[in-house]
């Protein structure tokens, strides 16, 4: 995957150079940590195709795909990431446990 040169997002892509404050604690009951986007899968997939049927020993991990659940937004300012005006010091506090603005991860959204 380093030497490749993909013109399109690869399906596998997750990625969050965002995470919440408490990403960890959500990533437990999810399985995998939130990302910013699921386009490249295809939407949010809880229930990925995990190849159990391949009998193909070659390609049955190269088609493997991760679930994939979009992080929502945040509690700080609801949005996806924060910029911070220049003068301000907003007082909020940080998120507890699993919270979030919708609720506790479940992974059978």
Known sequence: NSFTRPTTR???????????PNHLARLI???????FDCRPSGGEQPNPDDQ???????????????PCFVEPPSLYDGKLFQRLPRGEVPDVSAPRGTESTEGPPNPNR
Request: glycine share 6%.
């Open 52 to 66: 159990v049927n391949n009998p193909n020993p070659f390609t049955k991990s190269a088609a493997k795909s991760p």
């Open 10 to 20: 690869p399906k596998r892509e997750r990625g969050n150079a965002y995470p919440e």
């Open 29 to 35: 009951p999810l399985g995998t940590f939130e990302s």
